[in-house]
């Protein structure tokens, strides 16, 4: 049970970022979609890729609204911004890990609707 606006607008972030920020650099760009139901109930969604990552002095600030990655991009700098504010419209949230030049890990943990406030 969820907003399916807001969630088909996280995973659409998701999965743009993943393809916008592929590296060219390398022979085959990797996007990996997985979903697990937790033992408690929440659904865990995440999504890998191989892209470009996300330098570290730019972590603390990626959900922050007009914060681009790299200026190699058309993009506005609102997408993680609006990712994180629908999540937690919906009570869930989100994590990612990210290495420049390795790629970027997210994980969107959505709470079991017993579980929501």
Do not use: C
Request: aromatic share 8%; no cysteine.
């Amino acid at each position: 049970m969820s907003d399916p606006i807001r969630f088909k607008i996280i995973i659409n972030n998701l999965l743009s970022n993943a393809y916008k920020y592929q590296d060219s650099s390398k022979k085959e760009g990797t996007i990996r979609v997985s979903s697990e139901r937790l033992d408690n109930m929440d659904t865990l969604i995440v999504v890998e890729d191989n892209g470009i990552g996300i330098r570290e002095d730019i972590k603390d600030t990626v959900w922050n609204m007009f914060v681009r990655g790299t200026h190699a991009s058309s993009g506005s700098g609102i997408g993680l911004y609006i990712l994180k504010e629908s999540a937690n419209v919906l009570g869930a949230s989100v994590t990612f890990e990210s290495e420049e030049g390795k790629g970027s890990r997210f994980e969107v943990r959505f709470r079991h609707v017993d579980q929501i406030n």
